[in-house]
T-cell receptor, first 110, second 115 residues
């Protein structure tokens, strides 16, 4: 069966520090991968998606970037965090018409 | 452009009562519609989906939803609420069916269940 992992589960970082969140998927090949952010009291905002290795599409201009160095690995990064980057970050994968979500990373920027 | 509106950021019911969570969508093409549930500090779990087959869709945990094209609605219901149903529920619309999809989510409805 397929599983999706995200780490770390929680992270507290100061403003201006770098960020790296990792997502890996097991049990499937060539998945479409997604990064979402969920701010407090709001819905999910799609940040990036990827249909293959090295192929990244950005949905909104922001302080973040994404990379897909391997088929089942998706990384969310920032060179310098802003307070507004705080939130709950969710990774997801899909092969057909359903998206499956990871457990999420709660990021607090102080 | 596709969009989703969830009426009511919070819904409170008593245990055993009917659950009704509302979702209206806007789509220029036949939509694919989804309901997800999120428990605190967890990811989203798919409850059910509508993909142009039967208009009444049954999902996990006793939930179901009915697609009504004339009302552009996809409301989620459950005949009898359990305490374990307390969570946040998201309606989403997708405008692709070819393996790659973009989901547009509503802002969510928090379901509170009292004893």
């Amino acid at each position: 069966s397929q599983t999706i992992h995200q780490w770390p589960a929680t992270l507290v970082q100061p403003v201006g520090s770098p960020l790296s969140l990792e997502c890996t998927v097991e049990g499937t090949s060539n998945p479409n991968l997604y990064w979402y952010r969920q701010a407090a009291g709001r819905g999910l905002q799609l940040l990036f998606y990827s249909v293959g290795i090295g192929q990244i599409s950005s949905e909104v201009p922001q302080n973040l970037s994404a990379s897909r160095p391997q088929d089942r690995q998706f990384i969310l990064s920032s060179k310098k965090l802003l307070l507004s980057d705080s939130g709950f970050y969710l990774c997801a994968w899909s092969v057909r018409d359903e998206q499956y979500f990871g457990p999420g990373t709660r990021l607090t920027v102080t | 452009a596709q969009s989703v509106t969830q009426l009511g950021s919070h819904v409170s019911v008593s245990e055993g009562a009917l659950v009704l969570l509302r979702c209206n969508y806007s789509s220029s093409v036949p939509p694919y519609l989804f309901w997800y549930v999120q428990y605190p500090n967890q990811g989203l779990q798919l409850l059910l989906k509508y993909t142009s087959a039967a208009t009444l869709v049954k999902g996990i945990n006793g939930f179901e939803a009915e697609f009504k094209k004339s009302e552009t609605s996809f409301h989620l219901t459950k005949p009898s609420a359990h305490m374990s149903d307390a969570a946040e529920y998201f309606c989403a619309v997708s405008f692709s069916s070819t393996g790659f999809q973009k989901l547009v989510f509503g802002t969510g409805t928090r379901l509170l269940v009292s004893p």
